[in-house]
Structure formats: C-alpha cells, structure tokens
C-alpha cells in the first residue's frame, strides 16, 4: 500500500502529540510536517525528549505542510474551520478532530458554540468519523470529523440499546473524564493542586458535546433522542469512565441484553463487550472502548459502563483509524 505525506497541525496540543506518535510508527505514513504555532522551529525532542526523531516544528503555513496529502487538524475549536476550507480548497484530505464540523446544522452550532459557523458550506459534505457506524462513508470522505471524547464513549454505549429499541429515546449520561480532556492549557482550574484526590461536576445541562450526542443517536436509530449529559473532571490523566441510564421498553434478562450488545459489535476491532465490568486502566493507552450493559430488573432500567482513553479512541487514535479506513490500509494498523 502506497504511503501518505502526513502533516499534523497542533501538534503540540494533547492530542496532537498523541497522533504525532502514532504517525511515527505508522507504515502507510510519511510525516513531513508537525506545526505548532508556539513551537516551530524548536526540535520535537523538546516535547517528545531526546529519543524523538531528528525533526523540528514548523509554523502552520510552512511550505511542509503544504507539501502534505493528508492533514490532520489538531487546533482548538473555532480555530479550525477556515484552515480546513483552505486546505481543501487545496485538494487536500482532511481529518479534523476539533469540533467545528461534527454538528450538521450551522444554526445549532451558533447555539451551542455561540458564534457563526465560518465555513457552513462544508458541513454537509463532511463525514463524522465514527468508523462503527459510518464506514462506508469514511472510505469516499474529504473531510472527517473526529467524534468528541465524551460522544465517542456515549454513542457507542448506547448504540446497540438505541438501534434495538431496547431503551425510551430519553437517556442520561455521566461520565468522568481525565485532566487531559480540558487540553494543554496553563489554568489553576487544572492545576494539581485544583485537581488532585478531588472531583467535580460541570458543564451541566449545557455542555457542547450534547447535540452531537443526540444528532448521532437520532440519525443513526430514526427517532429523536434526548440526553442528560453530566460531565465530571477526575484526579487522573487520561481516559473516560461513562455510566449511561436508558428506561427500558420492554422487560429484557441480562443474557437478552448481553446477546444484543455483542452481536452488534462482534466484527469491530476497537470494542469489546465485556463479561465483567471494564476498568479505565485497561483501555488507558489503547485505541479500545470496553462496554458493560447491566439490566436492573427491579426498577426497568438499562445500565451501561462505556470506558474509553480520551486522547486515542476519542481523539488521535480514532483519527488514524479512519485514516486507516479511507486509504485501503488495515483498520488496525499502527494502533
């Protein structure tokens, strides 16, 4: 399989250090450029240490990133979109995994985002890069829009109950998220001694990652689903742990639940139905997502552990997987 000349922009973000390590050791990648606006021209050893390969930063608009095929966007939100249009408009396929075009609608992004989509035109010819539900279209895709964390998590513990109509189309989700998850911000809401042996809710009941969710959910089963989103910051580095609630339709056993949830999942590389409930430290540094489903049948209610690694499954490594997907080369490679 012919390799790609791979250019990572952000690549000094959490994310992107992570798909900048992954691109390293890919075989179907040729890395020409890692940009970073706050480090180019210093060597990636200063963020990678002494055994990083013998390549400096560049700035975004270096004559390396131009040289590139494939780009993956590792920038903040709402500092995406314009590039993408550019580097489109260049010919070139992009993977983007900030948030600017994984929302269909550009009026609820405006909601949810509170300010205009720049580039609106390009939200419908993009693709959301979930490969277990949209591989068929990753293969053709320009642009790809790299599912959030907490979404990535979420959507595919609920997807089996939701696609089944095992569950009411109204379902809360709660979930914890590492440190990581807020980026590679200076804060002192982040700082150790903010964050360590400590926990907190935020974000609820208007978190961003929600109409993602619920687009996602409602286009893939038909019916409009409404989530609870409760988001928790952890004393951890990386990874989410979601517990997810959905009141059942009918009267279903654990083994009815179980069946369910592994057949729709028995060719996915990446997800494991699990006979025990998943602990964060076994997907930490992996591109899997391990999912429990838990009937409780005293009160109706579905209970599902969904536990991902929040810079890999729900970021860069999710990223590569599609990457995998779109240019022929086995959905596991270099994960």
């Known amino acids: 399989m012919e390799t790609k000349k791979v250019a990572i922009v952000g690549a ?6 992570e798909a900048v390590k992954l691109g390293l050791s890919h075989p179907g990648i040729e890395l020409v450029a890692c940009a970073s606006r706050n480090n180019a021209g210093h060597p990636l050893s200063k963020l990678f240490g002494p055994n990083a390969p013998d390549m400096e930063f560049c700035a975004t608009d270096s004559a390396d990133v131009k040289s590139a095929e494939v780009i993956f966007s590792c920038l903040p939100h709402c500092a995406s979109a314009k590039r993408v249009k550019e580097w489109h408009g260049e010919g070139k396929m992009v993977i983007d995994l900030s948030a600017d075009f994984r ?8 909601e949810w985002y509170g300010k205009e989509h720049e580039v609106p035109e390009l939200l419908g010819p993009t693709v959301y890069g979930l490969p277990e539900i949209n591989r068929y279209k990753i293969k053709e895709a320009r642009i790809i829009a790299v599912p959030g964390c907490y979404p990535t998590a979420t959507v595919l513990g609920l997807l089996p109950a939701i696609k089944n109509e095992m569950v009411e189309p109204a379902v809360i989700a709660n979930a914890v998220t590492g440190v990581s998850g807020a980026g590679r911000q200076a804060s002192e809401a982040f700082s150790f001694c903010e964050v360590n042996e400590s926990m907190k809710g935020y974000g609820a009941p208007t978190h961003r990652h929600t109409p993602e969710m619920e687009e996602v959910l409602s286009g ?3 019916v409009k689903i409404k989530v609870s989103f409760v988001p928790h910051l952890g004393s951890f580095n990386r990874g989410i742990y979601a517990t997810l609630y959905g009141k059942m339709e009918n009267t279903f056993s654990q083994e009815d639940m179980e069946e369910a949830y592994k057949e729709f999942y028995k060719d996915e590389p990446f997800v494991t139905v699990c006979d025990e409930n998943p602990k964060l430290s076994d997907v930490q540094g992996t591109n899997h997502c391990h999912i429990k489903p838990i009937v409780d049948e005293r009160t109706g209610q579905l209970i599902i552990f969904s536990a991902i690694d929040n810079l890999l499954k729900g ?3 999710q990223a590569v997987q599609c990457f995998n997907i779109r240019f022929g080369f086995a959905e596991t490679a270099g994960l």
């Open 103 to 110: 929302l269909k609608s550009a009026s609820v992004f405006k």
């Open 315 to 317: 970021a860069a490594g």
């Open 12 to 17: 000094s973000g959490y994310a992107g250090m």
């Open 220 to 222: 893939f089963s038909g």
